[in-house]
């Protein structure tokens, strides 16, 4: 489950003991949780404020609530508070946030979805474009709308071609091709216009 060390305990105790509420405990959730912009999120509680599904980890002094969708993501995670010359630190390791790949008995969408989200979306970011994923047809073309940067950009065939569609040929076993059904024509604010 989630290992919060005697440091950690003592300064979530010493900070809940200075604003002396009664019942205060320390919430603990995963945000945008299996992709790769999951981050941990830690804030202080009163009992009123919790949605009444956390699990419940009671610590001397306190309780350490965590939000029970992101229970998943979170096991195996450590709590650390460090002291430094300048001061302390609180550090968060959450191995599984990101969630994990799927294996090969999952199916082709899951697969394509994870490849998206964790390694097409975040080198698209760069440029402020995304695509996702519309379809897959029976044959295995994976059927895509690019959003964002990529959204009427003039180099959208090169990104295809040369970047999304060879990252999921190489990684994903089952995909044969990859269409852009998008209407480039209507893009906004593309990262390269023509």
Request: proline share 5%.
């Amino acid at each position: 489950m989630i290992q919060i060390s005697e440091a950690a305990q003592t300064h979530f105790r010493k900070l809940i003991e200075r604003e002396a509420i009664p019942g205060l405990g320390v919430r603990l959730s995963a945000q945008h949780p299996g992709t790769a912009r999951a981050d941990v999120r830690l804030e202080f509680s009163e009992p009123d404020e919790l949605a009444g599904d956390e699990w419940a980890i009671d610590c001397e002094g306190f309780t350490l609530w965590l939000d029970a969708p992101s229970v998943p993501f979170l096991d195996g995670a450590e709590i650390d508070y460090a002291t430094m010359a300048t001061g302390g630190q609180l550090q968060i390791r959450a191995p599984r946030i990101k969630g994990v790949a799927p294996g090969e008995s999952a199916s082709l969408v899951e697969r394509v979805c994870w490849v998206i989200e964790n390694e097409i979306n975040p080198q698209l970011a760069m440029h402020k474009g995304h695509v996702t994923l519309t379809e897959i047809t029976a044959d295995g073309i994976v059927v895509l709308n690019f959003g964002g940067g990529c959204h009427g950009c003039s180099m959208v065939d090169i990104t295809l071609k040369q970047g999304v569609e060879k990252t999921l040929l190489d990684k994903v076993p089952g995909v044969t091709g990859v269409r852009d059904v998008t209407d480039h024509a209507s893009g906004s604010a593309p990262y390269m216009s023509n």
